[in-house]
């Protein structure tokens, strides 16, 4: 038996799509105990089989967290949420991994550009540390703040940094990053938008260069703004997203010399899966996981390469992630609760 | 060529679902013109391609009415709306076809009773005709307020008060309705319950013996409240009503005389189509149509009959129906733009 | 640490729907490993991504059952497969837990008037135990072959045998089940019936009194086939099961005494879960879990009753009881992988 | 009241989904008649309502063609299909609009190239004309042979074509298609890729640059193989083809100046619709229409667009697009049966 001591852990934000997966992936970790945040008023009657087991409810302050003694909060919260929160909560000493925006994009002029209001706690964009764990574990481990990345930017910077970082990519040429996600990236609050009537046989691009998970992506794979051309788009489904990013590259000989670029990378990470060239991941290859799972179609002779990126957007684009980063911070083994 | 003179009619509530519906078949119907009556402030922007002709959109008030000289108003608006707005339009000399549940339960007390609040214009009550043309065609004719039936009560009166008039149902087994309906008859406003998450992948009962639809089943087809167990579900897909109806017969000596009871009734009728015994619609027969489909598998034996009733219900539950009706309130075919 | 000793297990249809989510909850099982039995000709060329671990396969045969040294084999295959490949699967010291009708109908000559085909090995009804363990858990401890259920009469007999064994089911009055599955219970070999255009978005009654599943109800029930009334209906949606069940009861005076009827059978049981009267469950509750929930809406006065009942047609209603059967046959914990 | 004499057309395959489509909007077209003309033994029976009225049918040879006096034929077939039955239809004197590939791609060796089986009707490419109304207008209207576009070129051309020719596309950059459609694209024939457990809530790419609608932009546009990259993905939905492409322009100074381009070409065309700049159609608002919606998102800083085109693909995708070339090859108005 392996001796790692239990931690507490809050989940504020609960009822959201992402919070209550992130309470679903924490019932199953043998090490952690899981109180439930509420932040608002407006508590939601509990529905259910008679006799379920759920966790414990406490309000979302500094003394509930010190009186509970939580080692670490997940903040599942609109960004500006999180921005209230995230100071009294470090300040109680808990770790903080947040699943917002609030925290990722390095600096308050940054964040003021694509969220488009003030961020008032700006102080803390110097501990923060991007949460992609295949990049930036060993800052992960020691931070105390956490910012989760965005579903999208997940999907595409795994895909792309490999290749932009071993100079594979012709950037002049540009990148094209086509996303595909479902309905629960959108968030649990009802919407005419994601409506049933309004989805279900239904397929629409809603996002462009203007959307805010783009400076993610260009702050972790090293483009530049013009290099980097986005489409969001929503899928009738449930859960998962998919990205086709088209690229040129330079100086790849063949479809075997660009898989290696990818197996140099992840050799040994447990959530990334390689395809063989020519072949593709779909949604249903990685819905409920935490896998993100890469393929790619390339013609050596035009140096046109279609990477096909796929992953839960609950699971290794939120919930699945946050875990891995709490697993990190907590001294954990990293797959615990998500293999 | 017919030579019918045009008129003019508004649709209160044309950017719900019901009322949607009864715009874009208006638009097909050649003697008519459609007016857009806006009730709420809370106006929607117009979005769709460059160029498209849209409909002349005024005020819901009782002097637009009159300065547009409609000749009839379709009110898809909830039971409370159309309490308010029926008396000044019939005031202003349109007729009235009201989709909601306002005036089809016959009294001020039923209605109370079922909808839970006050009824504030139970005068109306008396020339208030229910808008099920295959039962009360002439009435409907010559009324100047007709209550639209509601979508699950006019599949079941179809299916039930044939057999139920000619005395083949056994009443003391009693009948039961189970019903399921698709998103939109829940409407366009946006909730938990309607949201694309909650419902893809997933079924429910949510409505029993309290649902506000029973009163119009048994006040038509001549059940009594015990006689009748209805359930309502809800299917992941947008639009049609499939119910499957048990009972049993007395004295039927086989499925053909069973049919026969069917044909009998509906010999001439536009809209009702009936099955060989022993098949039976499914939804995708109906949909798109003002058609309401019956078949049934029936076991002479043990006089055990399961009948299988379809419709859409945004057509001939809803927006298809009530143009059936004002057809009939305007003196134009029958079938005039829904066939 | 528990210590039971590993056992080996194949599976028999792991290409199947029911098949794969055997593989699926044995790879978590801690004390089973799982051999993949290829039976036809016909294998498909496995896809997915580079490096991942899959099951041992070698052929269905009793040789290599005996070297592989099978504790136990799962046919999740059609019914006439099912009997040819039992007897050589036990003569070879295997225990057998077949997912297919072929031997839950207790004689050859009920399962040929319902399969419509002779049975070849009618010696095996003599041991063949139904594998419903909630009401057979000592047989199926020392079975050799298990019956394991079908989808359909899971539910059904779940929610029915202890109102009919505590004797308050009017049984005069006769019992509806208006079933509604997911399109997984079709299995996976294509057709027309099973395409996605052809589902999605539609709903269909497809089986009436004729179903094969209805004498399952009836034998394990206690129900006469004049008192039970079924129709089975397609669900646009992946997996799951809801059954709403009418009947009338007899001497029940409250619904909190309808309650407790089924709190005295299912008191202790791991994968029953009961809710508060008027509270009923969806689907969601239950798919991906080995769980089947019971609901109900009762009337006092009427003594009428709707009973709803879910459950996820592949484990609980397939491969999950499957695993639970196994669990008791080779006296592991019966909620080992399951929970 | 219009005067055109009433002529007489069949079609082959009207049980697939293109075939369907092209009945039901033959049925609702004044001027003409429909034959369906039966091609293979396996006949399905026919279902639903009793006393529905069917279009005749006869078998699909020379000599039915001619007993019928048939004017035209529709050909909703397999391209090895369609080119066995061309000729002697078009010997029997009825003129061909063929849905297949058999003859959309100019000569035979481009055919064996991407359909990779020999063309054993060479001769008809002389006169075969590409069936896309807003480019080939006059064409079509003289030809006996239409070969009807693929779906996806259909979109990929109408909003790239213009472009083009206008001579705005940097074509050193290249162009990206990333093409989704719905699940009948892929026809009605079953098959585990279109499985509906296989497909909901699933999403997949399938199709890169060696798709076979890949020349038919090539020859249509003016671009080269290597110039153009595509994807083709499958939604999960049942119909309608969205398509985003992303191009660089050269000398476009605002939107404004590149919504001019497509409204000089199209500026009379009944079935184009587009979008204000930064508007972009989805797929409801082309479902069930024969129109192609095109909206765009462009940055003149960088020149980048993002162009996004809308049809549902069995109509302006299929069998609309038909019947708009045979209204042409008749001599009937072109939107007749499609607005």
């Given at each position: 038996?392996?001796?790692?001591?239990?931690?507490?852990?809050?989940?504020?934000?609960?009822?959201?799509?992402?919070?209550?997966?992130?309470?679903?992936?924490?019932?199953?970790?043998?090490?952690?105990?899981?109180?439930?945040?509420?932040?608002?008023?407006?508590?939601?009657?509990?529905?259910?089989?008679?006799?379920?087991?759920?966790?414990?409810?406490?309000?979302?302050?500094?003394?509930?967290?010190?009186?509970?003694?939580?080692?670490?909060?997940f903040l599942a919260t609109p960004a500006e949420v999180s921005i209230d929160l995230a100071p009294p909560i470090l300040a109680a000493g808990a770790k903080v991994v947040d699943l917002s925006g609030a925290f990722r994009l390095g600096d308050a002029e940054t964040y003021s550009r694509w969220y488009r209001e003030r961020h008032t706690a700006p102080a803390l964009f110097d501990e923060a540390v991007y949460g992609l764990p295949e990049f930036y574990r060993d800052r992960i481990r020691s931070a105390r703040l956490v910012a989760n990345p965005g579903c999208y930017p997940t999907a595409a910077n795994l895909a792309l940094r490999p290749l932009v970082s071993a100079q594979v990519v012709d950037r002049t040429r540009g990148i094209i990053c086509d996303a595909k996600s479902g309905v629960s990236g959108a968030g649990r609050k009802p919407s005419l938008k994601t409506s049933f009537c309004e989805v279900t046989e239904n397929f629409s691009a809603y996002g462009f260069n203007d959307h805010r998970h783009v400076p993610e992506v260009l702050q972790n794979s090293g483009l530049g703004e013009r290099e980097f051309t986005f489409t969001a788009h929503l899928l009738p489904l449930h859960r998962g997203i998919l990205e086709s990013i088209y690229l040129r590259t330079q100086g790849v000989k063949s479809a075997v010399d660009l898989l290696s670029v990818y197996e140099d990378h992840y050799a040994d990470e447990p959530f990334i899966r390689l395809y063989a060239p020519g072949k593709v991941p779909d949604l249903r290859a990685v819905q409920g996981t935490n896998f993100c799972d890469i393929g790619f179609q390339f013609d050596s002779e035009s140096q046109r390469a279609t990477v096909v990126v796929a992953e839960d957007n609950l699971v290794k684009g939120a919930a699945g992630q946050a875990v891995q980063n709490m697993n990190l911070m907590l001294g954990f083994p990293e797959t615990e609760a998500l293999l």
């Open positions: 038996m392996n001796n790692y001591s239990t931690c507490s852990v809050g989940v504020v934000g609960f009822r959201g799509y992402s919070g209550a997966e992130l309470v679903r992936i924490l019932s199953r970790h043998p090490y952690v105990e899981t109180v439930l945040l509420e932040h608002r008023a407006d508590s939601e009657p509990r529905t259910g089989p008679l006799g379920r087991k759920i966790p414990k409810e406490v309000p979302a302050t500094a003394e509930a967290i010190q009186a509970e003694k939580l080692d670490l909060v």
